[in-house]
Nanobody, 126 residues
Framework: QVQLVESGGGLVQAGGSLRLSCTASGGTFSTYTMAWFRQAPEKGREFVAASTSSGGVTYDTNSIKARFTISRDNSKNTVYLQMTSLRPEDTAVYYC???????????????????WGAGTLVTVSS
């Protein structure tokens, strides 16, 4: 069983930065596709970014790609999401997810992921 624990959320002013971390325990982290999703109030959970075991990365939109960076440190079983130029509309609970099969074709799909963290809240004030 894989457990994922996110950290790094908090309150930040618009234009600021935050770095989220997600540490996995159990399983073989280096072979997983790891992703970040987010869920704003009264909205569905949406894909943000993913990192495959081979080093590939994907982002939801060009806006996300221009401001956020996903990275991983396999030696620490940790995936990061560096967020810059934050906007009020980035306010959400951010979830880490792991695909233990290491899929690369549907990294944006919630259904591809086997394990989820409890989430960390990011609040961006205007």
């Amino acid at each position: 069983q894989v457990q994922l624990v996110e950290s790094g959320g908090g309150l930040v002013q618009a234009g600021g930065s935050l770095r989220l971390s997600c540490t996995a325990s159990g399983g073989t982290f280096s072979t997983y596709t790891m992703a970040w999703f987010r869920q704003a109030p009264e909205k569905g959970r949406e894909f943000v970014a993913a990192s495959t075991s081979s080093g590939g990365v994907t982002y939801d939109t060009n806006s996300i790609k221009a401001r956020f960076t996903i990275s991983r440190d396999n030696s620490k079983n940790t995936v990061y999401l560096q967020m810059t130029s934050l906007r009020p509309e980035d306010t959400a609970v951010y979830y880490c997810a792991a695909d233990e099969h290491g899929g690369t074709a549907y990294t944006w799909a919630r259904e591809a992921y086997d394990y989820w963290g409890a989430g960390t809240l990011v609040t961006v004030s205007s």
